[in-house]
């Protein structure tokens, strides 16, 4: 009986590592297009080597002007169910020319969500596509807020601990927004967090944004959280995105909420934290089968074009306090995106740069 | 349709400007700019009453002494859990300091500006609070539109006298320092 017991201790030992490390060998792949901006292109386990070959590694762009300036490090996916970040990185990847300083783009930070369904939502389509230009449709995975557990070794526990001792629900270490700095040998989300500071750290990253959404009408929809080295630029920016008439709400980092990207980004590294967050239809309670690109209210292109403008607001602001630059072109503005929606603004098969 | 609103437009900013313009007597600089609330709006008017050559001095947990050498007092409305935990401060406390902070205004004969900059967001039952106090003492309003959609600053400047003026964005409150202080 013992021995039988152990058996199935052993068996069961197995399948977990298999599920930990074997059944996801490889991160997954997204329709990213390079253009002429990208001077490089890396993992992000090349900053945390035992990210190698699992669901947690994603592509890493750099865009390299060659010319003096910041360092700018802009991440979507933090959340798999928050298309706009994603959407405004892939942009940036495919759109951007630095002109000074160095961009360096993740569009899926954490890539290890984007494939799991939560059943959160039940009437979003794990897909959604934009048609680009010659009618062609480019399809994205719309995934969700935390990594999906089967590529975690441990089940979740009870509660929560982040390093600095904020106390959370037991699901959450599973969400990259609550494990900041990371652990180099915790669970895979907290090493993709650790593997992240580690490129903010190596690269000498001088502002990092994070780009989240939030549902139509919460309080975080439209907010701009800056850290407390960062909160000046954040006001500059601010009033910036208001002359151009976008409202967006400042918040300061809470110094009591630890493992947020905001806060230990800006704690643990040199860089000047921000984060934002758009009006998502699909994480909005009240609607039903909500169209998370074409709702009248809140297109995607709407929101894409929010974040993109806050970027470069955010970039205009750092350099009007003293930073060095950090500009490009090619990327849309807001007007160009209300204007002309998506589609003209990724790059087609057959487009030419 | 788009003659239509063009019209519509021209009709509207010629009204605001009818109406704003000889409401809005100069007030004097220096001014003491404060917050009630402690959310950003108050380092936001700062930076816009810089940029609109307005004098000041900048002081979000201001009390009655700082008004020495003021001329005018602009008190920011806006109330930011995460701001008044950073001021280590909890509401009532921050009630408190800004009422004295106004009667002392009033008995000095220093004239208010109320501000609410950050719209609709910036609303709640903490800032409306804080509105209702700030506006007993306010002569003159400068209030983003989306904050008063439901005419909550109307309704309290008609009931206590005081000049309003809204603006559609939050920079728009640069020109609207700027007129006021005649500069
Ligand atoms: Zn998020």
Known sequence: MAKRNTIALIALGVMVLCMAVGASAMPALHDVRPGYGVTAIGWLSDYHPPLKGTPGDTRVYYLDSGKPGATVYVQGGTHGNEPAGIIAATILVERAIPTAGRLIVVPYGNNANIDYNDQYRLDVPPYFTIEVEGGVPRTFRYG????????????????????DGGVHDGAEIRNLNRVHPGKPDGTLTEQIAYAINRLLIEEKV??????????????????????????????????????????FTLEPSRPE?????????????????????????????????????????????????RQLALIRAVLDATAQLGLPPMTYEGVPTYADLVRDGLGPWLNAPTAQP | MRKAASVVLLVALLAGALSAAPAFAAVEAPALITSAGQSPGALMVRVLADQAGVANTYDTLATADALAGAKSLIVVIGASQKGLGAA??????????VESLLAQAKAQGIPVIAMHVEGAPRRGATSDDLSRLVMRYAQYVIVRADGNEDGFFTQLAQQYGATLRLIDKTADAAAALRDLYGN
């Open chain 2, 88 to 97: 280590g401060i909890d509401v009532n406390q921050e009630y408190t300091r």
């Open chain 1, 206 to 247: 001088d502002v990092a944004i994070d780009l989240h959404e939030a549902g139509v009408g919460d309080r975080l929809e439209n907010v701009l959280v800056a850290h407390q080295r960062a909160f000046m630029a954040g006001v500059y920016a601010v009033l910036n995105l208001s002359a151009q008439g976008l409202h």
């Open chain 1, 257 to 305: 909420f630890r493992g947020l990207s905001h806060r230990e980004w800006g704690d643990h590294t040199p860089a000047l934290a921000f984060l934002t967050e758009t009006g998502n239809p699909g994480q909005t309670s009240e609607y039903e089968n909500p169209d998370i690109v074409n709702d009248p209210k809140n297109p995607l292109h709407e929101r894409v074009g």
């Open chain 1, 144 to 163: 969700s807020r935390r990594t999906n557990p089967a590529y975690e070794a441990q089940p979740d526990p009870e509660v929560y601990v982040t390093l």
